[in-house]
């Protein structure tokens, strides 16, 4: 196996090379940017639609009452686990090799949090009285329902995204204070100077510096557990057959990190190739991401079939029947295209001569994800087929264009914002990467003088 | 709910169920439907149009599934072999089930649909965002969502159908959730002409829309505190219990002569509404 990183790049080469990303853009970058934008459009024309005439059009119905937007929340909300993942819990466990990559994820748990917001907001009815969630205090002292999960949902993705944010900037003032000294005039230099806070690098700085990060780590760990299992607790705590489910917030988090990990994957493979970040986008420090991926995607398949399992033999004849609907009637074949796409694909990933191949890699890492989507589709749509009452039964819904329109939208949406961050922000650590060459120089030196591989 | 009152009444809130130590004191609705008498007619849906501004959302939109009938009748096909003509079917009205522990309450994230001391489920459309979590969660899917804004855009009732609207009930709007109140405006009206005849609401003295106009009477309503109501005594003869998950009769072999049951009782919803199985030939 080689190496993660080159212990010969000068640290002038790191600013360079990193600083180089921040650059001029490309014709090709306009042209992603526009096609971004106009899928924007599709989204906020949908909205605006819908807004205006009201639900019906996304075509839900009386017993079909959610749909793709609550699957779509869930699944940006997965996509946003990752970044913690990388940052918070491999930080704390002095995986070095996290340094070049997870900046990066990090933003993608920012910005897959901000497309998910927008959903829980698409998702309602009377979206212009999405205040009424909020506690405030008002003169009748109305309160929300603490005992909704839907609150503790407002109450976590708030959290989160709050924590995320700061999360985000406070790993990045290093290194704005690099972009600062190394960019001369305009808006930049001006944006950068106000963001780095007066960084210069003394060791008082670093020393409060490293104390603060630590702790937003540790604080974030938690909470993104929390945050998914609150998430869960929609469908756990509600009484619907195939929700009902006690074993679903381990499961939501598992497949968050999963969806997380691919989607990590395929953002990895277009930074190494956009910004020619192969010095830091290493195939060692890939093989670790998949090997990671798989892993997670173990789990995430055993926990899958631990809730088949429970539900086989319990004693629930209606979630039973549920599960048999799943993977007979209508839906049957997404029901399998996620056990396909979630279960048996990733058992490519165990292969090592897979483990490096980027185009591979790439193709899987987005066949992982709509098996991730479907996961979350399949959680809703057939559960609303098949519930407690016969009223219910076998009407199955399909969304309408509206749905589609606004789900289409907010992955351009997602590649806006995030497009928009690399091009203002280092999207590779630069101080980080500087630490881990330098370790690893250290460690080269004082290497002992024995045999053997260690 | 303030603060100080929150802390000061802490008793009143920390109850693992509205019923179990909070028992109704003048009035408890309920109903019962006897099934052996409905005849599927559909007239208690009709009515319930008329009393409560149902949008009539049109043929289209009905197969959809975005109507509104807050009372619908449900028909199940008898599965013995026999042929349509021959084969049997039985009928039932479904409605809200104004459930003593609702699914849907604890779910609402701004406490829209709530439950009064009269023993109501209530919604309140001012309050309500449009979530739908209430409907996701109730087992009967007796909950209807305004898909359009009906009252203006669709042209539901257009002049001068506009005149035919009850003025005690509010038009909704769109994005808002809906479903049965047990004619809430009748009872209101009920409730204060008694109090100023300084006595309680007497037995049919007032009725639901659906129940007024069943033409075979299947449909009782009233008070299950008042001891004189009918719609008591055929709880009691029934031997159906409000605050149960389990009826105790349903363990004795006398078990077969009582028709009376509750649907989906042993998700401990505690519904209001008990229905009295339909005696079938094939039965007997």
């Known amino acids: 196996m080689g190496k993660d990183i080159r212990e010969d790049i000068a640290w002038a080469q790191i600013n360079k090379d990193v600083l180089k990303s921040l650059e001029s853009p490309r014709r090709m970058y306009w042209v992603i940017l526009f096609i971004a934008i106009a899928m924007i459009g599709v989204a906020v024309g949908s909205e605006v639609y819908q807004y205006q005439t009201g639900m019906g059009v996304s075509n839900k119905n009386n017993s ?22 990388l940052s918070a819990i491999l930080h704390l466990m002095h995986a070095d ?138 469908f756990a705590m ?4 195939g929700w009902h489910v006690t074993s679903f917030p381990p499961y939501f988090v598992a497949g968050a990190l999963y969806s997380g990990c691919a989607a990590i994957i395929t953002l990895f493979i277009i930074l190494r190739y956009v910004f020619k970040f192969e010095e830091y986008m290493t195939l060692p420090i890939m093989k670790k991401l998949v090997r990671l991926t798989f892993a997670i995607a173990m789990v995430w398949t055993y926990l899958n079939l631990i809730e088949f399992a429970s539900v086989w033999y319990g004693h629930d004849q209606t979630a039973k029947d549920q599960l048999i609907f799943k993977a007979t009637g209508p839906y049957a074949p997404f029901f399998w295209a996620m056990i396909f796409f979630g279960s048996i694909l990733p058992l490519m990933l165990a292969f090592k001569r897979f483990q ?56 351009g949406w997602f590649t806006l914002l995030f497009m928009v961050f690399c091009k203002v922000f280092p999207s590779v650590s630069m101080y980080e990467v500087k630490e881990m060459v330098y370790h690893r120089s250290l460690a080269l030196k004082h290497k002992p003088a024995v045999k053997g591989d260690y | ?64 599934g975005h109507s509104h009938h807050w009372i619908r009748i449900e028909r199940y096909w008898d599965n013995d072999g026999r042929e349509f003509a021959d084969q049997g079917a039985q009928f039932l009205p479904m409605l809200c089930q104004h459930c003593e522990s609702a699914p ?58 506009n005149q035919q609207l009850n003025p005690d009930v509010t038009v909704r709007g769109k994005g808002v959730m809906e479903k049965c109140t047990f004619c809430v405006q009748r009872l209101t009206v009920a409730k204060s002409n008694a109090r100023s005849a300084g006595r309680s609401v007497l037995d049919g003295e007032v009725q639901t829309a659906c129940q007024q106009v069943c033409p075979t009477g299947a449909i009782s309503f009233g008070n299950l505190v008042d001891p004189l109501a009918k719609v008591g005594k055929q709880w009691m003869t029934q031997q159906v219990e409000l605050n149960k998950d389990k009826q105790a009769k349903n363990a004795e072999e006398k078990a077969v002569k009582l028709r009376g049951y509750r649907i989906l009782e042993e998700l401990r919803t505690y519904p209001s509404v008990m229905y009295l199985e339909q005696l079938r030939e094939s039965a007997i």
Request: hydrophobic share 45%.
């Open chain 1, 97 to 234: 090799w996290r340094k070049p990559i997870y900046r990066f994820a990090e933003a993608m748990t920012t910005f897959s949090l901000m497309t998910a917001g927008l959903f829980v907001l698409v998702h309602l009815g009377r979206l212009w009285m999405v205040y009424y969630v909020m506690p405030y205090p008002n003169e009748r002292w109305v309160w929300p329902n603490f005992q909704s999960p839907l609150v503790w949902d407002m109450f976590a993705i708030a959290t989160y995204l709050s924590s995320s944010v700061l999360f985000l900037y406070v790993g990045m003032i290093p290194d704005l204070a690099i972009c600062r000294d190394n960019i001369h005039a305009g808006w930049r230099k001006k944006l950068y100077t106000v963001m780095s806070l007066g960084w210069e690098g003394t060791d008082r700085q670093w020393r409060n510096f490293r104390i603060t990060y630590l702790t937003i780590a540790c604080f974030l760990i938690p909470l993104a557990v929390s945050v998914h299992s609150i998430v869960a607790s929609d």
């Open chain 1, 64 to 85: 079909h009452v959610w749909g793709l937007y609550i699957a779509t929340f869930i699944f940006w909300i997965g996509m946003s686990h990752s970044g913690t993942l």
């Open chain 2, 1 to 64: 709910m303030s603060i100080t009152n929150l802390l000061e009444n802490w008793s009143d809130f920390r109850q693992q169920h509205p019923s179990d130590d909070r028992p109704h004191r003048e009035y408890k609705w309920a109903m019962s439907i006897d099934l052996d008498s409905c005849t599927g007619c559909n007239a208690c849906s009709v009515a319930c149009y008329a009393e409560n501004n149902l949008p009539v959302v049109g043929k289209e939109k009905f197969a959809h």
């Open chain 1, 356 to 411: 490096t191949h980027l185009p591979i890699l790439f193709v899987v890492s987005i066949l992982l994800n709509v098996g991730m989507w479907l996961e979350r589709w399949m959680i809703i749509a057939p559960s609303f087929a098949h519930g407690h009452y016969p009223w219910t039964w076998d009407h199955d819904q399909w969304p309408s264009l509206v749905q589609w329109g606004i789900v289409f939208g907010s992955f």
């Open chain 1, 238 to 241: 509600s009484n619907m057959p």
């Open chain 2, 104 to 161: 849907c309450e604890t779910v609402c994230p701004v406490g829209a649909t709530n439950h009064t001391a009269d023993g109501l489920n209530s919604q309140v459309y001012n309050r309500c965002v449009g979530s739908r979590y209430c409907n996701a969660n109730c087992p009967y899917k007796a909950r209807y969502f305004n898909w359009y804004d009906y009252p203006t855009t669709d042209n539901v009732w257009p002049e001068p159908m």
